[in-house]
């Protein structure tokens, strides 16, 4: 039973497909199904771009013709003890269960938070959230109406500021107001996490598109007017989009296993979850080597080699084969730009090695074709691309 369908849930399922196939185990044999809250593979990593019109994939056309039955239900508790999986959609017991629930943003208790933040977790959020500033544009024609107070300088939260301007511009065109984009974020610099080498070209970049950030503030409570910032100052804003910090999705607690600090569970080359017997755990919920010194980082670049690895392994557990180890030997980050292309960093301690058009490039092949499973609902082709194998890195 794979729970999740995201980058790793839906690789997990077509590789695990793939291996029974390879092995020839009679259809009927060995059931694969997958639970998870939607009926789609959603592109997640797309959810900060305008268009979302093909980010979200029908699982039907990618798990019916490998013959993986999927269900729609939201999984609220796991007995490993007793291999049982609740979820709205009843009770369901397992064999071996590749856990693939993702990740969520953090939502700290901040005053006004759950009633006036948005944010750009989940398709089903980004698109609530452009259908808000849709509506605002229909309404009275004030500063604060097009205004967007972007909460987290992280990777998401840049790619998200540096894409609104012109969002903002399009949906308020026929209205009598500037577009005002503001980006905020505790620590005192913007992109902490992208390392030394990105700073300026990101610095560069948020300036470009005529994003004011605001660093060293934190957030203290947000209502409809606007936010109120750790300083003092209110920014008057219709709109918040919080974008500070992932955790591992909270059914990772249980497991009785010590998880690390981002809420995941360690898992061992094989994706194999340590101390619990028949469970895998592959993406955002896991944290396995990459190499001696490197673990995985929450990201689509690690979620869907996890999968295929996990999905692979979990059928070998099951009938005794052999698995593989995952490894994997290079990192990179691609991060969007908005109108000033992207910046493209390679290694651990992630050093530019392209920026600007260049960068952008290889950031449209990868949101629209290299994350893609084969969308012609093909067998062949599916299971093909569900193979343990390693891609190469995305080039510049
Ligand atoms: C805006 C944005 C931009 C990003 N950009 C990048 C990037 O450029 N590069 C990169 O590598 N990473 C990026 N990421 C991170 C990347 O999207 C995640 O690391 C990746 O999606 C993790 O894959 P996953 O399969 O573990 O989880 P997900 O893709 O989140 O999938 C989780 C699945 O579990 C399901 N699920 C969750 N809870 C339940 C439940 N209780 N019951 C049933 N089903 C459930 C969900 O519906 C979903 O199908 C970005 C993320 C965001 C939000």
Redesign the pocket.
Known sequence: MV????????WAALAAARRLDELGVAVGTVDITM????P???I?????EADLSTSRIPLSALLDPAEVEHMV????AIDTAARVVE?TAGVHGYDRLVL????Q?VRPDIPGLREFGFD???YDA?TRLQAHLRRLAEGPADPAAATVVVVGAG??GI??ATELPALLAETFAARAVAPRVVLIDRNPFVGSDMGVSARPVIEAALAYAGVETKVGVGVVAIDERGVTLSSGEVVPAATVVWCAG?RA?P?TADFGVDRDRLGRLPVDDYLRVHGVPGVFA????AAAKMDEEHVS???????RPM?RYAGYNVIGDLLDKPMKPLRIPWYV????LGPAGAVYTEGWDRHVVASGEQAKDTKRA?NTRRIYPPLNRDRDALLAAAAPELQAAPGH
């Open positions: 729970l999740g369908s995201g980058f790793a849930g839906l639970i998870s809250a939607t789609y593979h959603d997640r990593v797309r959810d900060y239900g939201e999984v609220t979820s693939a629930l993702g990740s943003v750009i977790d989940t980004a990777l998401t790619e998200e992932m999705n059914l592959a993406g955002d919920v980082v929450m990201s689509c670049q690690h979620s999968g980050t691609v991060l969007d990868i």
